[in-house]
């Protein structure tokens, strides 16, 4: 059978990395599937996945031509959402939270809605510190990635050692991005290599994100045993597991307190990093996602 996927652009482009493009990249890459950047090319009665990013309404007299799978990073809550996704052969998410709000959102049957999470690669354990003092923080520099709530909760810990980075792209709220508290230092993008040699060197991962349908950032760090403290949003929970911590959403002292705890108890952060290790041994690569879509993608015929 061959897949046709219509993704977005710059889905390759190092200056603008996101969850989305890497799922993207590695599930086209292991279906071995044809790309395409709009449904214009994608010929007639083919098998296509597409991308929710570049859904619009044009998608339920487009699911009469092909055999239509929509993969939804990101629910939309628009009208014609519901009406593309119900045209659709079917549907792929990436979290059951994400399952549970598109069935009843617009009234799918879930079966025909696959969940197929994201994968994570195998990554050396990081042993981590003494003291735990280095935080990191991966993820576009963003309101929606609360990097304010973040610098906020950081501002009420003068008194104690730590540090912590921010890396992600800048460009995309660049007047956000340069109002921030200098307490989080901002690397900007790193290459594969740079950021697996920054996940090495943390000792604990922070996600303050207002929202997410999973959260990459939390699976990559708990693969390498690097517990994570994040916002108990969408579907962080599962990603995280037992994990880490997790805090209400937009609270910046929930946060800090989190924080605090994290390095003032040594026992604390002995046992998180125990945890940690515990769900890194559960964790299932891209070669399972790519399964799990194909699945769906087979079920749509």
Known sequence: MTVHVVRPEGVDDPARPSGGNVYDRRVIDGLGAVEHASMATVPDGAMVLVDGLLAGPELVEEAARVRLVELVHMPRAEEWEGAVLRAAAGVVCTSRWTRALLVEQHALDPDRVVVAEPGVDPAPLTPGS??????????????????????????TLGDLPWSCRGVGSTAIEPGFASGLDPVVRLTGPLPRAELDATYAEADLVVLASRAETYGMVVTEALARGVPVVASDVGGVREALGGGGVLVPPDD????????????????????????ARERRDALTGWDRTTALVAEALAAAR
């Open 130 to 155: 003494p003291t735990g003092t280095a935080l990191l923080c991966v993820g576009a520099v963003t309101r929606l990635k609360g990097y304010d709530v973040l610098a906020a909760a950081l501002g």
């Open 252 to 275: 910046a002292d929930a946060l800090a307190a989190a924080l605090r705890r994290w390095l003032t108890d040594a026992g604390h952060r002995a046992a998180l990093r125990d945890a």
